[in-house]
């Protein structure tokens, strides 16, 4: 079992920049690929980023790509999205999940990969 705990979310203007942390306790850390997704109100669960258990490649999604830097600590457990440049389109909640390390291909960007998923933070992007 991973317990997943993400933190920093708020509300921000339109331009600015806010880092969400996410916290890892249970099972090793580093055995687990991680990644963040979104949902905003009235709209389908949808992939941000993702990064694999060493650090070294990470992925965006489109929407994102640029403006979105996705990094994890395996020392501290951690896994964190920092946002910049922050447009109203980005307001959802933000979830972390956790995906097993297994032999075959990692779909980083569908849900049903992910076993492990936190509550959720909210982000609130205003004009």
């Known amino acids: 079992q991973v317990q997943l705990v993400e933190s920093g979310g708020g509300q921000v203007q339109a331009g600015g920049s806010l880092r969400l942390s996410c916290a890892a306790s249970?099972?090793?850390?580093?055995?687990?690929?991680m990644g963040w997704f979104r949902q905003a109100p009235g709209k389908e669960r949808e992939f941000v980023a993702a990064?694999?258990?060493?650090?070294?490649?990470?992925f965006y999604s489109d929407s994102v790509k640029g403006r979105f830097a996705i990094s994890r600590d395996n020392a501290k457990n951690t896994v964190n999205l920092q946002m910049n440049s922050l447009k109203p389109e980005d307001t959802a909640v933000y979830y972390c999940?956790?995906?097993?390390?297994?032999?075959?291909?990692?779909?980083?960007?569908?849900?049903?990969?992910?076993?492990?998923w936190g509550q959720g933070t909210q982000v609130t992007v205003s004009l």
């Open positions: 999940a956790a995906a097993p390390i297994r032999p075959s291909t990692y779909y980083y960007y569908t849900e049903e990969t992910y076993v492990y």
């Open positions: 249970g099972r090793t850390f580093s055995n687990y690929h």
């Open positions: 990064i694999t258990w060493s650090g070294i490649r990470t």
